[in-house]
């Protein structure tokens, strides 16, 4: 299991690793993109060279775009497999076992303390329970014979009209 768990750590270390030097390598490649556009000979008018420019900061504002949402889905999904792997889970259930134990242990010795000293503050919580129980029921039963007062009353309309 400890082998298992060291080999899924160093497989996202080695993902990361992987995404940072591509991430590189496409900015390597949109630098020379730009130097060998900005090099090449431009014979033409004022208004080439702007529609060429604005053509080519749409395309960067468009690849920029896209390199963000790539970038965004891969933190998410880097994310994900780190928060869904099992040395995430042990470490996370160690450390609800080492603090959430004892808190619980100690404010139920504390609830079973008050309840030992004080019978009377309990008596009257359960009684409330007990009326807000009844009163549910008598609801529900309440609700539940009125729809079917409705639907034998529906039944009986629809029997009484076709024998007349």
């Known amino acids: 299991m400890t082998t298992f768990v060291v080999v899924q750590v160093t497989r996202v270390r ?5 995404a940072a030097f591509q991430a590189g390598d ?3 490649l949109l630098a020379a993109s730009v130097r060998y556009t900005a090099s090449r000979p ?5 208004a080439t060279v702007q529609r060429r420019l604005g053509e080519m900061a749409g395309r960067g504002a468009a690849e920029r775009e896209k390199a963000q949402l790539r970038a965004a889905a891969a933190l998410d999904a880097a994310v994900t497999a780190i928060a869904t792997s099992a040395l995430v889970n042990k470490m996370v259930d160690a450390q609800l076992d080492r603090v959430l134990r004892p808190l619980v242990r100690d404010i139920l010795d504390d609830v079973l ?4 000293k004080e019978p009377d503050r309990v008596q009257s919580l359960v009684r409330g329970q007990r009326d807000t129980m009844v009163d549910e029921l008598v609801g529900r039963i309440r609700s539940g014979a009125a729809a079917g007062d409705t ?7 629809k029997v009484l009209r076709r024998e007349a």
Do not use: I, Q, Y
């Open 14 to 18: 080695d993902m990361l690793v992987g």
């Open 26 to 28: 496409a900015a390597e």
């Open 42 to 46: 431009f014979n033409g008018s004022s």
């Open 113 to 116: 303390e008050l309840l030992e």
């Open 151 to 157: 639907a034998v009353d529906r039944v009986t309309a």
